[in-house]
């Protein structure tokens, strides 16, 4: 299996020097419906158009340019174009806030701003006036209003057009003499769980040493076509997007996150990486499905996901050999029934689905094992750019562990159980905030993660965010994020945020799939004028109460749910709810929630 992992100035050039005419890239244009390809040398032919076009806009050594968009293909034009004359990307969400972008444009002092669609220019219009360093919006989407004679603002078209008949080729090509790893290539700002964004630094030299890591972990080749679902800005996605060019995999751009599902049918990707969240969302699929067919056919699934999880799980994952009858079993279930199921999921070519970012319930891991689907679990952060540790293809893993190390890892485990972690994909620190950067490495030299785990076997097992751990008022931990994954998986509850922090028992906001829980409460005859109704209902919270009880029956007494308040709207980005990334900030919600919480506890 061949990969091309030249310095990121090169690497889009040189992967096509080799395939030349073959496709490439798979995407719709904004608001478009027929999808469209292009090839190697054409990905390689923009990219050299962005980085001549970025010259003549004067972006400098080392300079930070802003990429403010869902995925799209302008955006790795953009961030290739920006590497091949040795300039910064600074990707951001593509549903940051107005507040958010202002202090990355501040704080990165970014002149030039490349932006999605009409949403994305409209932010970036409204904070240009408080952002001193900001000169020009470069806009994706063709389809956006621009204010006429606005002269910051210019078409991705027109700023191509600047490049052109100006002669760049001798300055990109010095710059690219003059690139070294120690070159920053990412500046990417966490959004954090626990309050102010910080810059992560990436060189180019961590995305050399992750790729040639992973490539040797992680079987994506040339003949892969891959979904690109999560955000090109968050680092798993990044860091997967880079390993599959540098192989010559296709990449298939999906744009809007919700159409994934769609995309996937229309496409038959044979790999996609992604949150727990996609294939909590696929488990409760398959489940409704199951629960509302007829009782033979009930009957038949269990039977047969019974048989996958002997062959899958308890055999191949524990390097045990399943006997002949067992996988002759197998064999015919998964030609009549799991192919079917992967086929309405357009995942009839699967070869394997990296997974990480969150904690992975271990009905979602079983269930897609069960079926055939190669769940690879993996864990790491951006600090680490992308992969810590992940399951091995093909080799024995555990349900509910993160994997083995990948290789240039050094990782151990501090006396308090914290993951300490050194080796060349570890980033050197935070933008501006030398602060924190010393905070953050130990004294000899390991990035402390804040996460708290152990190791077995080889493997690497996760507990919790350190500073996440709950402590009861009757001095017993809490870990939420374990309980919050464990409930996730019913089908009625959408978001949930586990309460426990100096409190006397464990309690939760939920919000529900409303959409089911009106078609529950019709089917039973509850009448209700609105989600408020609904959410206080007697029969409604005990039918969820039931639920939750049989889900958190491995639990210890004292981390069960005891009480829950149903909430009528879900969490949000715009009430500082929840992080780029989607995960909750209990510090917020303890405000915005703190009548509700109360009231759980009142005796």
Same mark, same amino acid.
């Given at each position: 299996?061949?990969?091309?992992?030249?310095?990121?100035?090169?690497?889009?050039?040189?992967?096509?020097?080799?395939?030349?005419?073959?496709?490439?890239?798979?995407?719709?244009?904004?608001?478009?419906?027929?999808?469209?390809?292009?090839?190697?040398?054409?990905?390689?032919?923009?990219?050299?158009?962005?980085?001549?076009?970025?010259?003549?806009?004067?972006?400098?050594?080392?300079?930070?340019?802003?990429?403010?968009?869902?995925?799209?293909?302008? *955006?790795?034009?953009?961030?290739?174009?920006?590497?091949?004359?040795?300039?910064?990307?600074?990707?951001?969400?593509?549903?940051?806030?107005?507040?958010?972008?202002?202090?990355?444009?501040?704080?990165?002092?970014?002149?030039?701003?490349?932006?999605?669609?009409?949403?994305?220019?409209?932010?970036?219009?409204?904070?240009?006036?408080?952002?001193?360093?900001?000169?020009?919006?470069?806009?994706?989407?063709?389809?956006?209003?621009?204010?006429?004679?606005?002269?910051?603002?210019?078409?991705?078209?027109?700023?191509?057009?600047?490049?052109?008949?100006?002669?760049?080729?001798?300055?990109?090509?010095?710059?690219?003499?003059?690139?070294?790893?120690?070159?920053?290539?990412?500046?990417?700002?966490?959004?954090?769980?626990?309050?102010?964004?910080?810059?992560?630094?990436?060189?180019?030299?961590?995305?050399?040493?992750?790729?040639?890591?992973?490539?040797?972990?992680?079987?994506?080749?040339?003949?892969?076509?891959?979904?690109?679902?999560?955000?090109?800005?968050?680092?798993?996605?990044?860091?997967?997007?880079?390993?599959?060019?540098?192989?010559?995999?296709?990449?298939?751009?999906?744009?809007?996150?919700?159409?994934?599902?769609?995309?996937?049918?229309?496409?038959?990707?044979?790999?996609?990486?992604?949150?727990?969240?996609?294939?909590?969302?696929?488990?409760?699929?398959?489940?409704?499905?199951?629960?509302?067919?007829?009782?033979?056919?009930?009957?038949?699934?269990?039977?047969?996901?019974?048989?996958?999880?002997?062959?899958?799980?308890?055999?191949?994952?524990?390097?045990?050999?399943?006997?002949?009858?067992?996988?002759?079993?197998?064999?015919?279930?998964?030609?009549?029934?799991?192919?079917?199921? +992967?086929?309405?999921?357009?995942?009839?070519?699967?070869?394997?689905?990296?997974?990480?970012?969150?904690?992975?319930?271990?009905?979602?891991?079983?269930?897609?094992?069960?079926?055939?689907?190669?769940?690879?679990?993996? *864990?790491?952060?951006?600090?680490?750019?992308?992969?810590?540790?992940?399951?091995?293809?093909?080799?024995?893993?555990?349900?509910?562990?993160?994997?083995?190390?990948?290789?240039?890892?050094?990782?151990?485990?501090?006396?308090?159980?914290?993951?300490?972690?050194?080796?060349?994909?570890?980033?050197?620190?935070?933008?501006?905030?030398?602060?924190?950067?010393?905070?953050?490495?130990?004294?000899?030299? *390991?990035?402390?993660?804040?996460?708290?785990?152990?190791?077995?076997?080889?493997?690497?097992?996760?507990?919790?965010?350190?500073?996440?751990?709950?402590?009861?008022?009757?001095?017993? *931990?809490?870990?939420?994020?374990?309980?919050?994954?464990?409930?996730?998986?019913?089908?009625?509850?959408?978001?949930?945020?586990?309460?426990?922090?100096? +409190?006397?028992?464990?309690?939760?906001?939920?919000?529900?799939?409303?959409?089911?829980?009106?078609?529950?409460?019709?089917?039973?005859?509850?009448?209700?004028?609105? +989600?408020?109704?609904?959410?206080?209902?007697?029969?409604?919270?005990?039918?969820?109460?039931?639920?939750?009880?049989?889900?958190?029956?491995?639990?210890?007494?004292?981390?069960?749910?005891? +009480?829950?308040?149903?909430?009528?709207?879900?969490?949000?980005?715009?009430?500082?709810?929840?992080?780029?990334?989607?995960?909750?900030?209990?510090?917020?919600?303890?405000?915005?929630?703190?009548?509700?919480?109360?009231?759980?506890?009142?005796?």
């Amino acid at each position: 299996m061949m990969q091309i992992n030249s310095h990121l100035s090169r690497l889009v050039h040189d992967v096509a020097a080799h395939y030349g005419d073959r496709e490439a890239l798979i995407y719709k244009n904004y608001g478009g419906q027929q999808w469209k390809s292009c090839s190697w040398n054409q990905f390689s032919g923009i990219v050299k158009q962005v980085s001549d076009a970025m010259l003549a806009m004067g972006v400098g050594v080392q300079e930070n340019v802003g990429i403010f968009s869902q995925n799209s293909v302008q *955006y790795l034009f953009t961030d290739f174009g920006a590497w091949g004359i040795r300039a910064v990307t600074i990707p951001f969400y593509a549903t940051s806030s107005e507040q958010q972008i202002q202090f990355m444009i501040n704080d990165a002092r970014i002149r030039f701003l490349f932006v999605g669609e009409q949403e994305q220019f409209d932010k970036a219009r409204r904070v240009f006036p408080t952002c001193h360093s900001l000169e020009r919006i470069i806009v994706f989407d063709p389809t956006v209003h621009v204010p006429d004679g606005d002269p910051t603002a210019l078409s991705f078209t027109e700023f191509l057009k600047m490049g052109e008949g100006l002669n760049h080729k001798a300055e990109a090509e010095k710059r690219q003499s003059e690139a070294t790893m120690d070159d920053i290539a990412n500046i990417l700002y966490t959004s954090g769980t626990t309050g102010d964004s910080k810059g992560v630094i990436l060189s180019v030299g961590q995305f050399h040493a992750a790729l040639e890591a992973n490539h040797k972990d992680v079987p994506v080749d040339e003949n892969d076509r891959v979904m690109n679902f999560l955000p090109f800005t968050h680092i798993f996605e990044r860091g997967w997007a880079l390993l599959c060019i540098s192989v010559g995999a296709r990449l298939i751009v999906n744009t809007y996150p919700q159409e994934v599902q769609k995309s996937m049918r229309e496409q038959h990707p044979t790999c996609m990486s992604s949150v727990p969240r996609f294939w909590e969302k696929v488990y409760q699929g398959v489940q409704e499905k199951i629960e509302s067919s007829g009782a033979v056919q009930r009957t038949l699934f269990k039977h047969a996901l019974e048989v996958g999880r002997k062959h899958n799980i308890e055999c191949l994952a524990a390097g045990k050999q399943p006997s002949m009858a067992l996988h002759l079993e197998y064999e015919l279930l998964n030609k009549t029934v799991f192919s079917l199921v +992967r086929k309405e999921l357009g995942l009839e070519n699967a070869h394997f689905f990296p997974t990480a970012g969150a904690t992975v319930s271990h009905h979602v891991e079983e269930f897609a094992h069960s079926i055939g689907l190669n769940m690879v679990v993996g *864990y790491g952060l951006t600090e680490s750019l992308a992969t810590v540790t992940c399951d091995h293809l093909g080799k024995p893993f555990q349900v509910g562990s993160v994997g083995h190390p990948i290789q240039g890892i050094d990782l151990k485990i501090s006396e308090e159980g914290e993951i300490l972690l050194k080796g060349p994909t570890i980033t050197r620190g935070y933008y501006n905030r030398d602060d924190i950067t010393r905070q953050s490495f130990t004294a000899d030299g *390991y990035f402390r993660t804040g996460d708290s785990g152990y190791m077995k076997d080889g493997e690497l097992f996760l507990k919790d965010r350190i500073k996440d751990l709950f402590k009861t008022s009757n001095g017993k *931990y809490i870990a939420p994020q374990m309980i919050e994954s464990k409930l996730l998986v019913d089908k009625y509850i959408d978001q949930i945020a586990i309460i426990a922090d100096q +409190r006397k028992f464990v309690s939760a906001l939920i919000v529900p799939e409303y959409k089911l829980l009106e078609e529950y409460a019709r089917s039973h005859d509850i009448a209700f004028n609105s +989600r408020e109704d609904l959410c206080r209902d007697k029969r409604i919270v005990q039918m969820l109460m039931d639920r939750i009880d049989t889900l958190q029956q491995q639990l210890a007494h004292y981390e069960q749910v005891k +009480r829950f308040t149903l909430l009528p709207r879900a969490f949000s980005m715009e009430r500082g709810e929840l992080t780029n990334t989607l995960k909750i900030k209990r510090r917020v919600l303890n405000e915005n929630y703190k009548a509700e919480i109360d009231k759980m506890y009142e005796e």
